[in-house]
T-cell receptor, first 118, second 112 residues
Framework: AQKITQTQPGMFVQEKEAVTLDCTYD???????LFWYKQPSSGEMIFLIY??????QNATEGRYSLNFQKARKSANLVISASQLGDSAMYFC???????????????FGTGTLLAVQP | EAQVTQNPRYLITVTGKKLTVTCSQN?????MSWYRQDPGLGLRQIYY???????DKGDVPEGYKVSRKEKRNFPLILESPSPNQTSLYFC???????????FGPGTRLLVL
C-alpha cells in the first residue's frame, strides 16, 4: 500500500501567489516524522521543512509552512509568495517510528512538479 | 559549511567494471543512507548505517556493497555494475536524535 500519496503530478502558479502542494500519508505508528524536499532541475534534494507527529504547532520555515492535519493524515506544503526559483519537483516523505524502524528510512511520494509563471 | 559531498557527480561505465561512489559528511552525523531515484519509483533506500562498522540492507540492496570504517564516510560499491543500476544515487546523513536527513548532490550513473 502506498504510504505517501501526492495526487498532483504537476501544478502551475503565478509569481507572488501562494500555492498548496498536497500530501497524504498512511501509517499505524503513533511516532513519525513528515518532511518536504525540493528537487530543482539540477537534481539535488533540498530539505525544506519538518513536522513531527507529536508537534502541536504547524511547522514554518520562511515562506514554507506545513499544514498538518493529523486526523486526516495530511501534510500539505504551502508556499507563500511564489518566486520563479520555486519551480522544481517537490517531494513529501515520511519516517516511521522514532528511528524509522531503526533504518532511518524515508518513504517518498512520487512528487509534484511546480511551475511558477511570471 | 555543513554538507554531504558525493563523488563523482556523473559517471558512465560499462557492465562489470567495478566502481565506487564516495560519500562524506562533515556534520558528525551517526546515521547515513544510500538511496536510488528512478522515474515512477521515487527514492528507495539501498543501505543504511547507524554508526561506524554498523551497516544493514535497505529495500533494494542487491548488487551493492557499503562500508563504514569512519563516521564521516560511507562509500557505495558496485562490484559488477549492470544496466539496471543506471540511476540517480543520493547519499544522506542525519543525527541520531531523529534529525532531518540531509542529502548529497547526487551521482548520475549510466551503465552501458
Amino acid at each position: 500500500a502506498q504510504k505517501i500519496t501526492q495526487t498532483q503530478p504537476g501544478m502551475f502558479v503565478q509569481e507572488k501567489e501562494a500555492v498548496t502542494l498536497d500530501c497524504t500519508y498512511d501509517t499505524s505508528d503513533p511516532s513519525y516524522g513528515l518532511f518536504w524536499y525540493k528537487q530543482p532541475s539540477s537534481g539535488e534534494m533540498i530539505f525544506l521543512i519538518y513536522q513531527g507527529s507529536y508537534d502541536q504547532q504547524n511547522a514554518t520555515e520562511g515562506r514554507y509552512s506545513l499544514n498538518f492535519q493529523k486526523a486526516r493524515k495530511s501534510a500539505n506544503l504551502v508556499i507563500s509568495a511564489s518566486q520563479l526559483g520555486d519551480s522544481a519537483m517537490y517531494f513529501c516523505a515520511m519516517r516511521e517510528g522514532p528511528y524509522g524502524g531503526a533504518t532511518n528510512k524515508l518513504i517518498f511520494g512520487t512528487g509534484t512538479l511546480l511551475a511558477v509563471q511570471p | 559549511e555543513a554538507q554531504v559531498t558525493q563523488n563523482p557527480r556523473y559517471l558512465i561505465t560499462v557492465t562489470g567494471k567495478k566502481l565506487t561512489v564516495t560519500c562524506s559528511q562533515n556534520m558528525n552525523h551517526e546515521y547515513m543512507s544510500w538511496y536510488r531515484q528512478d522515474p515512477g519509483l521515487g527514492l528507495r533506500q539501498i543501505y543504511y548505517s547507524m554508526n561506524v562498522e554498523v551497516t544493514d540492507k535497505g529495500d533494494v540492496p542487491e548488487g551493492y556493497k557499503v562500508s563504514r570504517k569512519e563516521k564521516r564516510n560511507f562509500p557505495l560499491i558496485l562490484e559488477s555494475p549492470s544496466p539496471n543500476q543506471t540511476s540517480l544515487y543520493f547519499c544522506a546523513s542525519s543525527p541520531a536524535d531523529l534529525g532531518t536527513q540531509y542529502f548529497g548532490p547526487g551521482t548520475r550513473l549510466l551503465v552501458l
